[in-house]
């Protein structure tokens, strides 16, 4: 997805101290949301994250609001890129658009973490976990993002707001898995409240990580960020455990032990000593949500292929692979009527 490279320019040199073009500018290859891109000048680089061209549905790809919280993050223990400068007119490259600092480290695809020694592969999740804890520890007042979401009954407002983008989306179409935990998914949320900043897709791949320790140094694609319940985002993120690698980054189907990783309860309970909790009731129940939420996900990835305006190359197989994820949502909704 080009842009025009001269308005650009323009517009960096008046609202960037210091920027020094020409620019080149490289497109991201990945993601699914919003078109990212290296921009390069004889001095330095930067990252431009714009919303997407084209008709899209309401309230998606909000890149203002990544960068609102980025912003708001940026003087606590979460580690946020540097929000550069904000562009919220669309006629500069025809959507609005943010600048970050640019981050350099490593960003790992592989939930197993392959391509890092297996004596020391615990202690890269240890790191994704920390940097979780850490989020989820960050009181939204107190960093000015009190009116970031709404606060209380979190699971009702998602559920109705990725039950109301798969109805809504009719060129992707309707599944029967789908349709029966939109009907399940109101009836069972569980007991209590809490509200915190949740990053809403925090998984491996949307890190990066120091380039030759164990540490997350920059937590990315923030589009999904909102005001929510923290055991929701974790779950999300753990998730990873029952998630085939072949559709996002999992180890769904293998041994932690084998790999060198700590197991799924082990890991929980890592989260729950950094967050001060003895355990987390109703655990099955946050996974089956999330399989669903992601199902939900792939299908608007599906409805954007067909309209033609999705990002990335992997659009279309992860198109392909909705209806597969729409049936581990189901098997999950029914592994936790099952402990009812």
Same mark, same amino acid.
């Given at each position: 997805?080009?842009?025009?490279?001269?308005?650009?320019?323009?517009? @960096?040199?008046?609202?960037?101290?210091?920027?020094?073009?020409?620019?080149?500018?490289?497109?991201?290859?990945? %993601?699914?949301?919003?078109?990212? +891109? *290296? /921009?390069? #000048?004889?001095?330095?680089?930067?990252?431009?994250?714009?919303?997407?061209? %084209? $008709? /899209?549905?309401?309230?998606?790809?909000?890149?203002?609001?990544?960068?609102?919280?980025?912003?708001?993050?940026?003087? #606590?223990?979460?580690?946020?890129?540097?929000?550069?400068?904000?562009?919220?007119?669309?006629?500069?490259?025809?959507?609005?658009?943010?600048?970050?600092?640019?981050?350099?480290?490593?960003?790992?695809?592989?939930?197993?973490?392959?391509?890092?020694?297996?004596?020391?592969?615990?202690?890269?999740?240890?790191?994704?976990?920390?940097?979780?804890?850490?989020?989820?520890?960050?009181?939204?007042?107190?960093?000015?993002?009190?009116?970031?979401?709404?606060?209380?009954? +979190?699971?009702?407002?998602?559920?109705?707001?990725?039950?109301?983008?798969?109805?809504?989306?009719?060129?992707?179409?309707? =599944?029967?898995?789908?349709?029966?935990?939109?009907?399940?998914?109101?009836?069972?949320? $569980?007991?209590? &409240?809490?509200? *915190?900043?949740?990053?809403?897709?925090?998984?491996?791949?949307?890190?990066?990580?120091?380039?030759?320790?164990?540490?997350?140094?920059?937590?990315?694609?923030? &589009?999904?960020?909102? /005001?929510?319940?923290?055991?929701? =985002?974790?779950?999300?993120?753990?998730?990873?455990?029952?998630?085939? %690698?072949?559709?996002?980054?999992?180890?769904?189907?293998?041994? $932690?032990? &084998? @790999?060198? @990783? $700590?197991?799924?309860?082990?890991?929980?309970?890592?989260?729950?000593?950094?967050?001060? *909790?003895?355990?987390?009731?109703?655990? &099955?129940?946050?996974?089956?949500?999330?399989?669903? !939420?992601?199902?939900?996900?792939?299908?608007?990835?599906?409805?954007?292929? /067909?309209?033609?305006?999705?990002?990335?190359?992997?659009?279309?197989?992860?198109?392909?692979?909705?209806?597969?994820?729409?049936?581990?949502?189901?098997?999950?909704?029914? !592994?936790?009527?099952?402990?009812?």
């Amino acid at each position: 997805m080009g842009l025009d490279e001269t308005a650009l320019d323009a517009w @960096l040199t008046a609202n960037v101290d210091g920027f020094d073009g020409p620019v080149q500018v490289d497109q991201f290859s990945g %993601g699914q949301s919003n078109p990212t +891109y *290296r /921009l390069t #000048t004889q001095k330095g680089r930067y990252v431009l994250r714009r919303k997407p061209p %084209g $008709p /899209l549905l309401k309230g998606a790809h909000d890149v203002l609001r990544e960068a609102r919280v980025m912003t708001g993050l940026s003087d #606590t223990p979460v580690p946020v890129p540097p929000i550069i400068a904000v562009c919220e007119d669309p006629d500069v490259i025809g959507t609005p658009f943010f600048i970050m600092g640019m981050v350099e480290g490593r960003i790992f695809w592989d939930a197993a973490f392959g391509e890092i020694a297996k004596h020391d592969r615990a202690a890269y999740f240890d790191a994704m976990n920390a940097a979780m804890a850490a989020l989820h520890s960050v009181d939204p007042y107190a960093v000015g993002l009190a009116e970031f979401g709404r606060a209380g009954n +979190y699971f009702e407002r998602q559920i109705a707001r990725w039950s109301g983008q798969y109805r809504e989306d009719t060129l992707a179409g309707r =599944d029967a898995n789908m349709d029966e935990l939109v009907e399940w998914l109101p009836s069972a949320i $569980p007991a209590g &409240e809490e509200t *915190r900043i949740v990053h809403g897709d925090f998984r491996c791949d949307n890190m990066i990580f120091h380039p030759s320790r164990p540490e997350v140094i920059a937590i990315l694609d923030w &589009e999904l960020a909102t /005001l929510g319940h923290p055991l929701a =985002d974790f779950a999300y993120h753990a998730m990873m455990y029952r998630m085939p %690698g072949d559709i996002v980054a999992g180890i769904g189907g293998l041994d $932690p032990h &084998e @790999l060198g @990783l $700590p197991t799924e309860p082990e890991y929980v309970a890592a989260y729950c000593r950094r967050t001060g *909790r003895d355990g987390i009731p109703d655990w &099955e129940y946050y996974i089956a949500f999330n399989l669903f !939420r992601l199902a939900a996900i792939f299908h608007g990835i599906k409805g954007r292929v /067909l309209r033609g305006n999705a990002v990335s190359e992997e659009a279309s197989e992860r198109a392909a692979n909705f209806p597969r994820l729409a049936i581990l949502a189901r098997q999950a909704m029914e !592994r936790c009527r099952a402990t009812d």
